[in-house]
């Protein structure tokens, strides 16, 4: 495994592959590798011919009070990780080496940020896309490879690329969980152990929602106040911050769900924000 700091020879590396034919897949991540992060290794491996693997915790995306400082790092760790996952290349560029002085130029989306996370973190998918669009600049994937979790910057991110026509395939990835249904997350590590015992109600009550549309309750305002109650009750220790039920690839809200729909949540717990989504196929 080649490990890469520099920005322009990891360009002229990427040059160089795609020259010789090969199929590239980017996996764009922020290290602290959890078995989400290696389930989009182990796809992006088996489909293409070179796996690119950015490590980058990535400023423009947070707000000043949000936790850039805080934000676990393992680079050690990371190494070995994706070494065991036959990683061709770890790109891990300083943040220097991203943001020359005097950056002004963004990429943003905004009919798809202004609700869910975007609601809560306005400026937090113009860090995202921009971000993004720089890395597949310096890498020139065939394939880049998320994770279903972040439902709202794969919904970007695709929506990103058709605009500006990049020659990406852009494919989203099942959402990994522990053996309680929480799903995996970087941030987990800021949970308590009580946090973490109430955490894992956050899927249970997606769960419930998906029984619930199943057994005929199809307005969304039925499954909103079902899901804030169950919540209030089962993660005392939380702050919803939203949830909603959305058209999936649109982002707008549904009132019937009578169509896939996507259920997504955000609750604050201790120092962690914890998001979580299911697609529900309705009756339709
Ligand atoms: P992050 O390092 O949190 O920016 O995540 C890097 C990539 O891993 C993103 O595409 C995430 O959506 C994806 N990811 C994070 N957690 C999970 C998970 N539990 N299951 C699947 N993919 C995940």
């Known amino acids: 495994m080649k490990i890469i ?40 491996r088996q489909n293409c011919d070179q796996l690119i693997v950015s490590l980058f915790v990535n400023p423009t995306q947070f707000a000043p009070h949000e936790d850039l400082a805080a934000y676990p790092r393992d680079l050690e760790r990371d190494k070995d990780l994706a070494q065991k996952e036959g990683v061709d290349i770890l790109f891990t560029p300083g943040t220097e080496d991203l943001y020359l002085p005097g950056h ?17 973190r306005p ?40 605009d500006l026509n990049l020659p990406i395939d852009v494919v989203g990835r099942p959402i990994v969980r522990e053996p309680d249904g929480l799903a995996m997350s970087s941030r987990n590590t800021y949970l308590s152990l009580t946090e ?11 769960l419930m929602a ?30 919803i911050d939203y949830i909603e039920l959305v058209h999936p690839e649109q982002l707008t809200p549904v009132s019937l769900i009578d169509q896939p729909t996507l259920l997504a949540v955000a609750i604050f717990l201790g120092k962690a924000r914890l998001i979580d989504n299911i697609l529900l196929r309705g009756k339709g």
């Open 210 to 239: 998906q029984t619930m549309v199943k057994d005929t309750h199809e307005q969304a305002e039925t499954i909103k106040r079902a899901l804030k109650e169950f919540y209030q009750k089962n993660i005392p220790a939380g702050r």
């Open 104 to 120: 002004s130029t963004w990429v943003e989306v905004p009919d798809l940020a202004r609700n869910l996370c975007g609601a809560s």
């Open 5 to 44: 700091r520099d920005v322009h020879k990891l360009q002229q590396v990427c040059l160089d592959l795609r020259s010789q034919g090969l199929k590239i897949a980017l996996v764009p991540t922020m290290g602290c590798f959890h078995e989400g992060h290696l389930s989009l290794m182990r796809w992006a």
């Open 196 to 206: 973490r015992k109430q955490a894992c109600f956050i899927y249970k009550g997606l």
């Open 123 to 162: 400026t937090h998918f113009r860090g995202v896309a921009t971000i993004v669009c720089k890395l597949f600049n310096l890498t020139l994937p065939h394939v880049a490879v998320f994770g279903q979790k972040d439902w709202q910057q794969l919904t970007i991110i695709k929506r990103m690329v058709r």
